[in-house]
Every structure is written in C-alpha cells, then in structure tokens.
C-alpha cells in the first residue's frame, strides 16, 4: 500500500465530512447516523442514504481500482459480534464515533472530541497490546 491511498481515504472521509455539514448541516459520525437511521423514521432516509453511499462507494472504489478488499478477520462471527456491541457501546457512552470526534469534532477544535480521540487511541493502544502480548493472540 503506497502513502496515497490513505492520504485519498482521509481526503474523502474529510470531504464528506464538509459536503454533509454544508448542505444538510449535520455533523458526520456513523455511528450516531447509523443509530438514528434505525431508530428515527422521520428524518431516517438521509441517513440511510448516507451509509449506502458509504458501502457502495467503497465497492465502485474496489471495481474500478482493483484494491483488495480488506479480509475477514479470523476470530470468527461471535468475536466480531461482542466486538461490535462493545463499540456501539462505547460510541453511545462517548457520545459519538471516531469520524465524529476524530474528523468532526477535532476540526472543529472541540475539547471533548479531543478528549474522546485520545481515550479512542489509548484504549486501541491497549486492546492491542492485550490482545497480542498477553492473550497471545487468542482473539
């Protein structure tokens, strides 16, 4: 993987980013995007727009460009299934995602998704560490 690829992913999401706040006026976290599609009926079809866009784009990115499609991981269907509920958790707890706090609300120069981001990292950082040096790799 060269140095572009995810300079141009980081360039998109910045760009959604910006395009979702000019003409909807919303702030971009997919996962308060993804609760409220499910959950919000009324004003849920933007939102499920949104993240067909997000998957389709990244197939028409895979069939035009040939990139390999990230593979599944290994730890089987229950492992990405509490992993998931985890972070769900964890957005809900924050108050918001990493594309939220990361690409949002950094630019916006918020404290609290400065908060957030940091205890993102040091808890990836973390999970890692345990994960692979203490549980071996188990996971």
Known sequence: MSMLQPLAGGLMIG???VLLLKFNGR?????????????????GSWR??????????????HAVSG?????PSDSGSLVAIVA???VGFGTRLGGGCTSGHGVCGIGRLSVR???????FMAVGIL???????????LL
């Open 67 to 71: 990139l390999p499609v990230p593979a």
């Open 127 to 137: 999970t890692v560490f345990v994960v692979r040096h203490l549980l071996g790799g």
């Open 48 to 61: 499920w727009l949104f993240l067909i866009g997000m998957v389709a784009g990244a197939w028409v990115l």
């Open 27 to 43: 702030l971009m976290g997919v996962s308060g995007i993804f609760f409220s599609a499910l959950t919000d009926s009324a004003e």
């Open 84 to 86: 998931g509920l985890i």
């Open 113 to 119: 998704s400065i908060t957030a981001t940091l205890v």
């Open 15 to 17: 760009l959604a980013a």
